[in-house]
């Protein structure tokens, strides 16, 4: 995973809380129990939200970060147990949606942990009169770093064919994406369904000058 926005917090507000004449030290005792229980709760979402790929609480998740680092900046020697017991109350209420992001983010990872991953093998031919010096293949979404399946090896040139290429077909049916260069430098991009095809598949690289450019042909499909 992106990738995560959220970070991991420690008590390290507990030791801003210098008692002085203001609260009770019962006051006191009660608010560093409540923020240390606030800082078990951010950093349970947070060892779930590094695990999954879906992306889509990044930003509250963030936003809540954010509200438990305003909660660092009371030092509890300068108030009153009235407002001491305010703050308990915005910890608890931030404990609260912790609560419900955690069980969001449970049931994600649980559903991306039983989310069938079919592997689908291709042989891929260039068919075109045009070589490629870079081939990536990877699923449409990933921000990762995409490797550059000819580093090393000759250009794939016209008639030639590559094997061993693998896409994982998943429930949702992500598409993959076939992004290739040539010798001039000009990039293509392919976007490749992987619900339509078996287990293996030949495909066919054909270059329409006046219509779709750069395409695909299954060839073979099992």
Same mark, same amino acid.
């Given at each position: 995973?992106?990738?995560?926005?959220?970070?991991?917090?420690?008590?390290?507000?507990?030791?801003?809380?210098?008692?002085?004449?203001?609260?009770?030290?019962?006051?006191?005792?009660?608010?560093?129990?409540?923020?240390?229980?606030?800082?078990?709760?951010?950093?349970?979402?947070?060892?779930?939200?590094?695990?999954?790929?879906?992306?889509?609480?990044?930003?509250?998740?963030?936003?809540?970060?954010?509200?438990?680092?305003?909660?660092?900046?009371?030092?509890?020697?300068?108030?009153?147990?009235?407002?001491?017991?305010?703050?308990?109350?915005?910890?608890?209420?931030?404990?609260?949606?912790?609560?419900?992001?955690?069980?969001?983010?449970?049931?994600?990872?649980?559903?991306?942990?039983?989310?069938?991953?079919?592997?689908?093998?291709?042989?891929?031919?260039?068919?075109?009169?045009? =070589?490629? &010096?870079?081939?990536?293949? *990877?699923? #449409? @979404?990933?921000? /990762?770093?995409?490797?550059?399946?000819?580093?090393?090896?000759?250009?794939?040139?016209?008639?030639?064919?590559?094997?061993?290429?693998?896409?994982?077909?998943?429930?949702?049916?992500?598409?993959?994406?076939?992004?290739?260069?040539?010798?001039?430098?000009?990039?293509?991009?392919?976007?490749?369904?992987?619900?339509?095809?078996?287990? =293996?598949? &030949?495909?066919?690289?054909? *270059?329409? #000058? @006046?219509?779709? /450019?750069?395409?695909?042909?299954?060839?073979?499909?099992?």
């Amino acid at each position: 995973m992106n990738r995560k926005i959220v970070f991991f917090l420690f008590a390290c507000f507990l030791s801003l809380m210098l008692v002085s004449c203001g609260p009770s030290k019962e006051k006191v005792e009660q608010a560093q129990a409540k923020y240390v229980q606030l800082i078990d709760k951010h950093n349970q979402a947070v060892e779930i939200h590094k695990n999954i790929d879906d992306a889509s609480l990044d930003e509250a998740l963030l936003k809540l970060k954010e509200k438990v680092a305003e909660v660092e900046t009371y030092n509890l020697a300068d108030m009153q147990d009235e407002e001491i017991d305010l703050l308990i109350q915005i910890m608890d209420a931030l404990i609260k949606s912790y609560d419900g992001y955690l069980d969001t983010l449970s049931g994600i990872w649980g559903a991306e942990e039983a989310a069938e991953r079919i592997p689908v093998f291709i042989t891929l031919k260039n068919n075109t009169e045009i =070589s490629f &010096s870079s081939l990536k293949l *990877y699923e #449409e @979404g990933d921000s /990762g770093i995409h490797v550059n399946v000819l580093e090393n090896l000759e250009p794939l040139t016209p008639g030639q064919s590559l094997t061993g290429l693998v896409i994982q077909r998943d429930v949702n049916n992500t598409p993959w994406i076939l992004a290739l260069v040539d010798l001039e430098g000009r990039e293509y991009q392919i976007v490749i369904h992987g619900e339509e095809y078996g287990e =293996s598949v &030949s495909l066919d690289m054909v *270059y329409d #000058e @006046g219509g779709q /450019g750069l395409t695909l042909l299954s060839m073979a499909v099992s």
